[in-house]
């Protein structure tokens, strides 16, 4: 495997087949994300904290004088807090008057994924900018990790679609899930 730091495997995370369109924006399953944050550092939690007259309260949202509200998460990852704040919003991305406690609860859980990217995980969706490069070495480790044909069969299949038009490097995906299998028998 390689020495990347946490850090640097949560930059180069795919979160593609966890995230959902909606209009122009690109949304990551929060339930997915906090997953994956446990994953790289099972001390890994959240709050919500409000920013108002210069001191932090334990609300986590604040309305403001036009009727809108705004939440705030903070995230702790590797011992260090980032913080995120996000208006509650419906579903055409414009702040809601008035929210209820269900529109509340929905923009704490996107604010807590949009926490969790400045951590690295699905960066690139807020940056716009299309998948990270993907490490074949990487993909070729986790099939020669495999213990059995179930995991073999998801890690290569995973591999396999991630490197789509890349015929070199699905052989050689093919040829490291042919012989691992080989080693079972």
């Known amino acids: 495997m390689t020495n990347a730091t946490p ?8 979160v593609n087949a966890h995230t959902d369109k909606k209009g122009k924006l690109t949304y ?11 994953k790289a550092d099972p001390k890994a939690t959240f709050k919500t904290k409000t920013f108002f007259r210069d001191q932090y309260t334990e609300e986590p949202f604040m309305t403001l004088p036009d ?6 998460v903070t ?6 807090e980032m913080t995120c704040q996000l208006p509650v919003m419906n ?4 702040p809601i008057v008035s929210p209820n406690s269900f529109d509340v609860n929905t923009s704490i859980m996107r604010c807590m994924t949009k926490a969790l990217s400045l ?10 900018e299309d998948l990270p490069e993907p490490d074949l070495q990487d993909f070729l480790d986790r099939i020669n990790a495999c213990n059995d044909e179930t995991s073999l069969r998801a890690e290569y299949v995973l591999a396999y ?13 093919a040829d490291t899930k042919d012989a691992k299998k080989a080693s079972f028998q």
């Open 7 to 14: 850090i640097e495997l949560l930059l180069k995370t795919n």
């Open 119 to 128: 951590h690295g995980l699905g960066l690139y969706i807020y940056a716009g």
């Open 28 to 38: 990551l399953s929060w339930a997915w994300a906090w997953a994956e944050a446990l």
């Open 75 to 80: 995230v702790t990852m590797f011992d260090k």
């Open 161 to 173: 679609k991630t490197f789509e038009g890349n015929d070199k490097a699905q052989n050689q995906i």
């Open 91 to 94: 579903h055409m991305n414009k």
């Open 67 to 72: 009727g809108t509200t705004l939440v705030w």
